[in-house]
């Protein structure tokens, strides 16, 4: 293996100098959408880049310093994107940091990452975001992005000098986890993205409309005697902000959609060609408001968990392409911050071990989406921000991710490779497990059960 001349995988994303991969992959079933591929190959590796791909046992591994793994009845996917991560810096590493976040999205199948901008301090200054860029060139495991704040302490009263974030690496500008509240505010946002470029992506959310809720106001709700969040909440903000976007002539994306109106409200501004895309979670794509009957803060999130309705209208809205990707909202805490009455407890789960297995168990294998469909919308977070999209064929750069799906795993029985253990598939039993992740053509991950001849035993 050689070492990689730099440390960025593109001009916006970061991660630390990893050895470039010289790797044989033998008759792995390879499905990759955009490639139009579903069958066996053979994929040779040489310097971090996909040198060929062939027949299964079609290819030679020239040289001594190939490593060959049988990968007979595992499927080679393209890596997995993120383009909604919470890494906790800087100031709250005791949740999380830029190391175990990105090893636990290498764990999870992921090769690239976007971390959003609310941390201590928040990422609203030029120095702040140069000295993250300069953290995760040490340590990501996997490259990393990052979005700036839009304001100033994501108070939404006040612009960033989003020229000069640009400058300094930012994929784009979000004050996620919080609405940009002001009208006004958000229009001057998008007159100067016309200026220094990035994304927009935002957290929707009315708070006058949202009140205290804690989660999705129904019967549910009503009958826990708990504050309820309305939909209308959500959905309202994504009509007047599509509506602005396309007063502009600007480009916005929407953050972790929970409900049937926000899929219309998406719908109907795409229709009109504005120029806006959505995401969704696997959690909202596979749980409802029914599980927080439990009180297990761990399924305490925003947007919360919605009716059985709204999760069916997510994951068909996915398929049509009405939402774009999928992405984790990964959000890391610690357990005193859980462990408390559920009003109490802070918002958000982990993801990133668990994306793929929970989407693939929940959805694909009762036949709700197809896989080839998960893939497509797993790999197309880097699109959203002008980035390469992962696929597998000769001569891209070795973005990989080997999967058993026949293993089966209860989450969180073996720890997380996470800081955190707030998983809400904790205690689960998931199909698929990640067994390998080649990340910009280094190996980022690989599991115990890749023995010293490099052949995968399932588990």
Same mark, same amino acid.
């Given at each position: 293996m050689s070492m990689s001349t730099y440390a960025r995988h593109d001009d916006r994303l970061f991660c630390r100098e990893l050895p470039q991969a010289d790797v044989l992959l033998r008759n792995a079933q390879v499905l990759d959408p955009r490639s139009a591929i579903d069958d066996p190959h053979d994929i040779l590796i040489r310097d971090g +880049?996909?040198?060929?791909?062939?027949?299964p046992n079609s290819l030679s591994a020239p040289g001594g310093d190939v490593e060959t793994i049988d990968a007979t009845g595992l499927h080679a996917f393209p890596a997995f994107v993120d383009p909604h991560v919470h890494l906790r810096t800087p100031g709250q590493e005791y949740k999380e940091d830029i190391a175990t976040g990105t090893a636990a999205a290498a764990?999870?199948? #992921?090769? =690239?990452?976007?971390?959003?901008?609310?941390?201590?301090?928040?990422?609203d200054d030029a120095a702040i975001l140069r000295s993250l860029v300069d953290t995760a060139n040490r340590s990501a495991q996997v490259p990393t992005g990052f979005l700036a704040a839009i304001t100033r302490g994501l108070g939404g009263q006040e612009l960033t000098e989003m020229a000069e974030l640009r400058d300094a690496g930012a994929l784009g500008f979000t004050d996620?986890?919080?609405?940009? @509240? /002001?009208?006004? !505010?958000?229009?001057?946002?998008?007159?100067? +993205?016309?200026?220094?470029?990035? @994304? !927009? &992506?935002?957290?929707?959310?009315?708070?006058? %409309?949202?009140g205290d809720g804690v989660m999705h106001e129904g019967a549910v709700s009503a009958r826990l005697g708990l504050a309820g969040i309305p939909s209308v909440s959500e959905s309202t903000m994504i009509a007047r902000d599509a509506a602005l976007a396309g007063y502009e002539? =600007?480009?916005?994306?929407? +953050?972790h959609l929970s409900a049937i109106e926000s899929v219309q409200?998406?719908? &109907?501004a795409k229709e009109a060609g504005i120029n806006v895309s959505g995401e969704v979670t696997p959690h909202h794509l596979t749980l409802t408001d029914d599980i927080v009957r439990t009180l297990d803060s761990r399924f305490k999130m925003n947007p919360p968990l919605r009716s059985e309705r709204d999760r069916h209208t997510l994951v068909q809205a996915l398929r049509d392409g009405v939402i774009d990707c999928i992405a984790t909202d990964h959000a890391p805490h610690a357990r005193h911050e859980k462990e408390v009455p559920f009003e109490q407890a802070s918002l958000g789960t982990t993801g990133l071990e668990t994306a793929f297995s929970a989407i693939y168990t929940?959805? @694909?294998?009762?036949?709700? %989406?197809?896989?080839?469909?998960? !893939?497509?919308?797993?790999?197309?977070?880097?699109?959203?921000y002008g980035l390469p999209t992962p696929r597998i064929a000769s001569g891209e750069p070795a973005n990989i991710c080997l999967v058993d799906l026949g293993a089966r795993f209860e989450v969180g029985a073996d720890g997380y490779v996470s800081r955190s253990e707030n998983c809400c598939f904790h205690g689960r039993t998931l199909h698929g497990r990640v067994r390998?992740? !080649? =990340? &910009?053509? /280094?190996? &980022? #991950?690989?599991?115990? +059960?890749?023995d010293h001849r490099g052949a995968l035993s399932r588990s």
């Open positions: +880049q996909i040198a060929g791909l062939g027949p764990a999870g199948g #992921f090769c =690239a990452v976007i971390a959003m901008p609310n941390t201590d301090p928040i990422v996620d986890g919080k609405p940009v @509240v /002001s009208a006004g !505010i958000l229009r001057k946002a998008l007159q100067y +993205q016309h200026l220094c470029g990035g @994304v !927009i &992506a935002l957290h929707e959310e009315d708070p006058a %409309l949202s002539r =600007a480009r916005v994306h929407f +953050q409200a998406l719908r &109907a929940e959805v @694909v294998l009762p036949g709700e %989406l197809e896989l080839d469909v998960v !893939i497509d919308r797993l790999t197309s977070g880097t699109a959203l390998l992740t !080649i =990340a &910009a053509g /280094s190996v &980022a #991950f690989k599991a115990a +059960q890749l």
